[in-house]
């Protein structure tokens, strides 16, 4: 081999390697721009979640301990008394719970929500009884 041909062919890679470093730097441009973008939509959809957080209600947070106490309460009484009709104020009387109107407002609140979802009745207005638990039909 002669000094042309060796000269000639170091040429060639260096070609070569200069055609493979201006792909590469067109590739890191490339992906420069798409980390950029990919950034900013993360960072939209960051700021897009705080946002939301802050304005929607809290519908996963568990009820305060009183509150759920309360609620076992209110169900004990009436499991212990199924047959009996109460009134928020004789109820509270009945479980030693505070007996002033504020205290009373919240338990008509919790008999509401107890009715609603099915398991009081209200035969009468501001009276709460334990729903009947209707039999169950005997196969023929």
Avoid: W
């Amino acid at each position: 081999m002669n000094i042309t041909e060796l000269l000639a062919g170091r040429q060639a890679q260096r070609d070569e390697t200069t055609a493979r470093a201006a792909e590469l730097r067109d590739q890191i441009e490339n992906l420069t721009a798409a980390l950029a973008e990919t950034e900013a939509r993360l960072a939209d959809l960051v700021t897009t979640q705080k946002v939301i957080a802050e304005l929607a209600p809290a519908h996963n947070e568990p009820e305060p301990p009183e509150t759920s106490t309360a609620y076992q309460a209110i169900v004990n009484a009436f499991n212990q008394h199924p047959d009996q009709e109460f009134r928020a104020r004789e109820l509270h009387e009945l479980l030693g719970m505070p007996t002033d109107e504020a205290s009373v407002n919240v338990t008509r609140a919790r008999l509401g929500r107890l009715t609603r979802q099915g398991f009081l009745a209200q035969p009468g207005r501001g009276r709460y009884q334990k729903r009947a638990q209707r039999p169950l039909k005997q196969p023929c």
